[in-house]
């Protein structure tokens, strides 16, 4: 085991420590995974094989073949870059396979998270008393709020076919997903319309929440967006609040990527009103960089998740929990969970809050130099302004104004920039326009990193308009 375990570690510390001179991007179409996978893919093998060469295969197959998400010109989507530390955590985690679904068999390791919920608690200035749990991610964490919230709507066996939600035309689809999951009605899934600054209509949501109620209808969710996955936009958290107050709404906050920067003084500026939701999203595989899975669901009143999740089966007797004590499985859907605190736990404790913030920092201003960059370039247009390490722009040569023709230019140059593996970026629309876009969350990612992408960028949009 001591030799297998050197080994694997070898091999990440290598892959992590020589990440710069490795691609940012590599994939495959199916077709070509299929046949590299051919022999080992027919049937399961009925003799085993030596670590060494599983291991020497899995270097052959599967390392050259995927985004490296660390990696500092992994600019695309919403990068999940993992400390030394956390992935470490992570690894004890499985090594010593703590079952956290309930208090009795896993109480050290339950208040580790405990513990780091309540860092979350404070940092989001949450009122005391509020809880929730690690999920395997931000959609998880969705899932179990608007079941809550539906919950708290109707109780057991109350009439759902009328509950209706509300949300931002900027909110990530596991909102939609989330309701759908919860059987709310997708014809009763309202996307409010979105301002220039692509925050949540307040005027559009109250003549819609309105025009419900008249029609018999039962609003019960409103979900703000602080941090949108595309811009990074935050809704009018207080606005917000103060109307799902006087209307009766269970008010969810989606803050999975965003949230996390409250740590810094910039976050805590645009984050203001965060913590008046009922319920709040956050993710720290994004901006607190643990790995992958590892998302958070903060509520106002735990006992919401209670009465939502908590079954008590007879096999489960002996393990119902006393007083302070508290059983994760009854504030979800998962029974067998294991600690994904640790590796928050491992993480923050290592490099302490202070680090972790001028990382964000670091990261902000890198997106800011970005925007810069991209408004004293003629032939490159700003679509909406750096914020949380996010900016959207797009090649717009003098002279062309036809939508079709620079959506078709930015596709092909997005396309032309990501097949290159030294960096990838993503698109997105904006009110029809395509838009290329960079989020630059990562602590490993430099100015020259951020140059060089928007270099390339001119550089393959001068020879597409050449037309080679």
């Not at 009922?278 to 009465?307: I, M, Q």
Request: hydrophobic fraction near 45%; charged fraction near 20%; aromatic fraction near 8%.
């Amino acid at each position: 085991m001591q030799r297998i375990a050197q080994q694997v570690g070898d091999l990440v510390t290598q892959h992590l420590a020589s990440l710069r001179d490795q691609p940012a991007f590599r994939t495959l179409d199916r077709q070509t995974a299929r046949a590299l996978f051919a022999d080992v893919a027919a049937e399961a093998p009925s003799q085993g094989a030596p670590f060494d060469a599983l291991l020497a295969d899995f270097r052959q197959r599967v390392v050259p073949h995927h985004a490296r998400e660390p990696h500092p010109r992994f600019l695309g989507y919403i990068p999940s870059c993992p400390t030394f530390p956390a992935i470490m955590g992570d690894w004890l985690a499985t090594g010593f396979n703590f079952f956290s679904g309930v208090w009795s068999v896993a109480a050290a390791p339950n208040e580790i998270e405990l513990t780091v919920l309540e860092w979350f608690r404070q940092w989001m200035a949450m009122p005391e008393g509020s809880r929730g749990l690690l999920t395997s991610g931000g959609s998880a964490a969705t899932v179990t709020a608007v079941v809550a919230a539906r919950h708290a709507a109707v109780g057991d066996g109350g009439d759902i076919a009328r509950l209706t939600a509300y949300c931002s035309d900027q909110a990530h689809s596991s909102v939609a997903k989330a309701a759908w999951i919860a059987g709310i009605s997708r014809a009763h899934i309202r996307a409010v319309p979105s301002d220039a600054s692509y925050r949540i209509r307040l005027d559009a949501l109250r003549q819609m929440v309105a025009a419900d109620r008249k029609a018999g209808l039962r609003p019960f969710l409103l979900c703000a967006t602080a941090g949108a996955t595309n811009t990074g936009a935050v809704d009018p958290l207080h606005e917000l609040a103060d109307f799902a107050g006087e209307t009766s709404l269970w008010l969810h906050t989606d803050s999975a990527y965003a949230g996390f920067s409250r740590l810094t003084e910039r976050g805590l500026a645009l984050l203001d009103g965060l913590g008046r939701a009922d319920s709040l999203t956050l993710d720290p595989h994004k901006w607190l960089y643990v790995p992958f899975e590892c998302g958070c669901l903060l509520v106002r009143d735990p006992a919401t998740l209670e009465n939502a999740f908590s079954v008590h089966p007879e096999y489960l007797q002996d393990v119902r929990v006393r007083d302070t004590e508290v059983n994760f499985s009854d504030y979800g859907e998962q029974l067998s969970r294991y600690a994904r605190a640790l590796k928050v736990w491992f993480s923050v404790r290592y490099f302490g809050t202070d680090a972790i913030a001028d990382a964000q920092d670091a990261a902000m201003d890198l997106a800011e130099m970005a925007e810069d960059v991209v408004r004293a370039a003629p032939e490159l247009e700003v679509l909406t302004a750096a914020q949380f390490g996010i900016i959207c722009f797009r090649v717009h040569p003098r002279g062309v104004d036809d939508e079709t023709v620079l959506n078709e230019l930015n596709e092909r140059v997005n396309e032309r920039v990501n097949r290159s593996g030294f960096v990838l970026m993503s698109s997105t629309r904006l009110r029809g326009a395509l838009s290329l876009r960079l989020c630059i969350p990562g602590y490993r990612t430099r100015e020259e990193d951020v140059r060089a992408v928007l270099d390339m960028v001119r550089s393959e949009a001068t020879i597409v308009l050449a037309g080679k």
